[in-house]
């Protein structure tokens, strides 16, 4: 099998991709050390930076949130609800209460042309879980690196022990 590079581009507006999903033709981007959702078209061109939650400018340095007061935002998939297309970014859940948190995004619509953002606290569920040994082995430590979605289930993937989570 040969595989070639179609097209190079130096995205200098986003910081990192941590987590990556295609829906109806646009990539949808987040970053562990971005308060952004990034929309780009197929080719590459930047469509939207759309604001997950606001964070302060001391906190940055350039355009990267600081290492100990990022949300970590480490996982971004699709689901449907109502019929709707959303975006379910989760934080890993990760050594501080600021990445037990989730970002539900209702992408936009013919009749409302905006990304709807709720931020959701994650901290009881993500406590509850590092309290099962199934979920996080003997160390009880929390590090969701990736989530996916079929129609009945939610499966997130924790990197402390190389468990695959079905919900």
Excluded at 144 to 162: G, K, Q
Aim: aromatic residues 10%.
């Amino acid at each position: 099998m040969n595989l070639s590079v179609l097209k190079h581009v130096h995205l200098t507006t986003i910081p990192s991709a941590s987590a990556v999903e295609v829906i109806n033709g646009n990539i949808y981007i987040v970053g562990d050390d971005s308060s952004f959702l990034y929309v780009l078209k197929y080719d590459l061109t930047l469509l939207a930076e759309v604001p997950l939650y606001k964070a302060k400018a001391e906190d940055f340095v350039g355009n990267r949130i600081l290492k100990k007061k990022k949300t970590d935002l480490e996982c971004i998939t699709k689901l449907a609800i109502n019929g709707y297309p959303h975006l379910l970014i989760l934080g890993s859940g990760s050594k501080s209460p600021r990445r037990d948190v989730a970002f539900l995004v209702k992408l936009p619509t013919p009749y409302n042309r905006k990304h709807l953002v709720w931020e959701i606290s994650l901290v009881k569920w993500y406590s509850f879980l590092r309290m099962n040994e199934e979920v996080t082995g003997d160390s009880g430590v929390l590090n969701f690196e990736a989530a996916a979605t079929t129609d009945d289930y939610l499966y997130v993937f924790n990197r402390e022990n190389n468990a695959a989570l079905r919900f």
